[in-house]
């Protein structure tokens, strides 16, 4: 997982792509195995993540 201390996203094995499709594979099993319906994104946002739209436009897809 990200870890909130982390200053740079190369502390993440794998980089911001590995990640993120480690994200979409956690909201895939919580839609599918639990319905769940609605997301709320709190906590520390590492800039690769607001900065970025394609990570937010991609996730969005993937769940919508």
Aim: aromatic fraction near 24%.
């Amino acid at each position: 997982m990200y870890p909130v201390e982390a200053k740079n996203v190369s502390l993440v094995k794998g980089g911001m792509d590995s990640y993120f499709e480690f994200v979409k594979t956690q909201c895939a099993e919580l839609v599918e195995k639990y319905h769940t319906k609605n997301f709320w994104f709190d906590g520390f946002w590492h800039s690769e993540w607001y900065d970025n739209p394609k990570y937010r436009k991609q996730l969005y897809e993937y769940i919508v």
